[in-house]
T-cell receptor
């Protein structure tokens, strides 16, 4: 069975600094997708970034980028130039070709002014 | 474009009572998901619909939970009877078509408290 592990329950970062959130997963499948979702306080969960496992190039979306290490089954999220609006719960998620979605337990990120 | 709409936003009931949650996905989205999110945890998939067909309900506790998506648009999730352990946030999400890669758009959730 697939699992997703986020080992950092809480993190904080100073505004304008860079922070990296960790995620590891376990699967025996070769075709899958990885996501980072953001859930701001009292607001809807939104997609931050996604990665296809067959692509070696790491995905980037403006200030957000990932470090995808397929052999190590690691999928970390780097947030550059952190902003106050980045304060949220961040969930790492895995989806297989059979559409089984597995979310991690989340990392609570607080950006400090 | 309107997002995923859920109602009610909050619900407090006594154990053994029935409760229902409603979800209206983004217009044109064929895939609809219901998730359970316990406090401090990530969402856990309960059921996935492709149009009006429930294609994955393996995680839905069928003894007390039921769901429907008539006409392939709105969906209702029901619990009867509710238990104390059902207290959680129930999230609805939709995506425009079938496929694991597609972005899911989430609603604000319904926070259920069972007393």
């Amino acid at each position: 069975a697939q699992t997703v592990t986020q080992s950092q329950p809480e993190m904080s970062v100073q505004e304008a600094e860079t922070v990296t959130l960790s995620c590891t997963y376990d699967t025996s499948e070769n075709n899958y997708y990885l996501f980072w979702y953001k859930q701001p306080p009292s607001r809807q969960m939104i997609l931050v970034i996604r990665q296809e496992a067959y692509k070696q190039q790491n995905a980037t979306e403006n200030r957000f980028s990932v470090n995808f290490q397929k052999a190590a089954k690691s999928f970390s999220l780097k947030i550059s130039d952190s902003q106050l609006g980045d304060t949220a719960m961040y969930f790492c998620a895995f989806a297989s070709g059979t559409y089984k979605y597995i979310f991690g337990t989340g990392t609570r990120l607080k950006v400090l002014a | 474009e309107a997002g995923v709409v859920q109602s009610p936003r909050y619900k407090i009931i006594e154990k053994k009572q029935p409760v229902a949650f409603w979800c209206n996905p983004i217009s044109g989205h064929n895939t609809l998901y219901w998730y359970l999110q316990n406090l401090g945890q990530g969402p856990e998939l309960l059921i996935r619909y492709e149009n009006e067909e429930a294609v994955d309900d393996s995680q839905l506790p069928k003894d007390r939970f039921s769901a429907e998506r008539l006409k392939g648009v709105d969906s209702t999730l029901k619990i009867q009877p509710a238990e104390l352990g059902d207290s959680a946030v129930y999230l609805c999400a939709s995506s425009w078509r079938e496929g694991a890669y597609n972005e899911q758009f989430f609603g604000p959730g319904t926070r259920l408290t069972v007393l």
